[in-house]
């Protein structure tokens, strides 16, 4: 099936696995992948436990970088 990556505070997690044991339903998660869910964990959709992100640590698989404003000019 491929990765299934999402973004939350930052970093990039691949939900694949966690998919069908999701509490809230497979479906919430799908319509985030590809995409920062980060609000919809912080109370936009559900304020998760901290529990919640102590599993969600489980699945990280990179940090987002932020880009400086100079670098998009850099050479």
């Known amino acids: 099936a491929g990765e299934q ?8 997690l691949d939900v694949e696995d966690f998919l069908a044991n999701h509490p809230g339903g497979e479906r919430i998660i799908t319509r985030y992948i590809g995409k ?7 109370g936009n ?15 990280r698989v990179a940090k987002l970088i932020p880009s400086s404003p100079d670098s998009a000019h850099q050479k």
């Open 5 to 12: 990556l999402v973004v939350i505070d930052g970093w990039v």
């Open 36 to 42: 920062d869910a980060t609000s919809a964990v912080r």
């Open 45 to 59: 959709i559900y304020n998760h436990s901290s529990s919640a992100f102590k599993i969600m640590k489980k699945y």
